[in-house]
């Protein structure tokens, strides 16, 4: 008889922390659309910029440029894969894919625990439109690389 008010309980439970995790990835897109628009960090020559697709995905590059020649250059994106909000890193070699790990209406912090640099990617929003990008190795503080992005005019 124990067994049987026991089985509901743990039911119960499990929903509860199901329905706790699944939150995590529930983000609407239009709590992202802050991120949009185009910016330089002018202490790196660092260009990013990014538009919203269609109603689910934004699309964005990041290049450093030094004089007229473009240094580095990636293809950004952020969709969903498999209901999971994801930050796609696409250069010429390889796509790196990161997971929203929180989302706090201001930031958004995406990791990947098995790539070797960076593990984990944040987006800050500031005063003024302005955003704090950062790349870094949680467990490696001297890592980090912090990227001052104001909007372009």
Known sequence: MKSKSFAPSVLLILIFISCSVSKQNDTDISKLHWISGNYIDTTKNFFEYWTLSGDSQFNGKGYTVKASDT???E????KKIEGKWCYIVKTSEVETIFRLNGETGDSLVFENEENDFPKR???TRKENKKILASIDNPDDPKSRIDFNLIPQK
């Not at 293809?75 to 952020?78: C, E, T, V």
């Open 71 to 73: 240094l580095f250059m």
């Open 75 to 78: 293809d950004l994106s952020i």
């Open 121 to 123: 990617i944040i987006y």
